[in-house]
């Protein structure tokens, strides 16, 4: 059965250091998604991503945070600039054009900044 | 007023019980309603996916929506230690793809 994949399952990063989060989302799906859920709280929307563009973002998602699709397989979240507060599972999503809200989610990456 | 509340528990019950779960939300715009699977760090697993109101049948699996409530609702039966998991109800509006997501409801099965 198809899934998403994300790596590396967990980051450790000094604050300030830029990270890249990685995600292989389903084959034939078009649509991909970042979400993240610190400890103890709800996951929450971060950015959508549709035709090589973000369709969506979240007030989170601001200019410290960035999303490409590098090639026809993967795709990523950079942080810039990492803080305290940016340490959170993340989580990748993807979903198809006919059920756009039907969204699979990978195992998520764990980021930890110290 | 919070998006979506669910009662984060937990809820232990015993094998072959019935659970039931459910969430409320404020926002009576939103037409998908998502129930989701989680494991401990792991990823949120697609358990079912409604559209608008009625409900949704899937295996022990019943998913139920009262959109003149804004309440929703999901049952499990015959209830399994493997389902002890944490469920999370997400919902987004029409024409929409952000998930607004529930705190989630922990459940222990009790063997």
């Known amino acids: 059965e198809p899934e998403v994949t994300q790596t590396p399952s967990h980051q450790v990063t000094q604050m300030g250091q830029e990270v890249i989060l990685r995600c292989v989302p389903i084959s034939n799906h078009l649509y991909f998604y970042w979400y993240r859920q610190i400890l103890g709280q709800k996951v929450e929307f971060l950015v959508s991503f549709y035709n090589n563009e973000i369709s969506e973002k979240s007030e989170i998602f601001d200019d410290q945070f960035s999303v490409e699709r590098p090639d026809g397989s993967n795709f990523t979240l950079k942080i810039r600039s990492t803080k305290l507060e940016d340490s959170a599972m993340y989580f990748c999503a993807s979903s198809g054009v006919l059920s756009y809200n039907e969204q699979f989610f990978g195992p998520g990456t764990r980021l930890t900044v110290l | 007023q919070k998006e979506v509340e669910q009662d984060p528990g937990p809820l232990s019950v015993p094998e072959g019980a019935i659970v039931s779960l459910n969430c409320t939300y404020s926002?009576?715009?939103?037409?998908?309603f998502m129930w989701y699977r989680q494991y401990s760090r792991k990823g949120p697993e697609l358990l079912m996916y409604t559209y608008s109101s009625g409900n949704k049948e899937d295996g022990r699996f019943t998913a139920q929506v009262d959109k003149s409530s804004k309440y929703i609702s999901l049952f499990i039966r015959d209830s399994q230690p493997s389902d002890s998991a944490t469920y999370l109800c997400?919902?987004?509006?029409?024409?929409?793809?952000?998930?607004?997501f529930g705190k989630g409801n922990q459940v222990v099965v009790i063997p």
């Open positions: 926002n009576s715009a939103f037409q998908y």
């Open positions: 997400a919902m987004s509006l029409y024409g929409n793809n952000r998930l607004a």
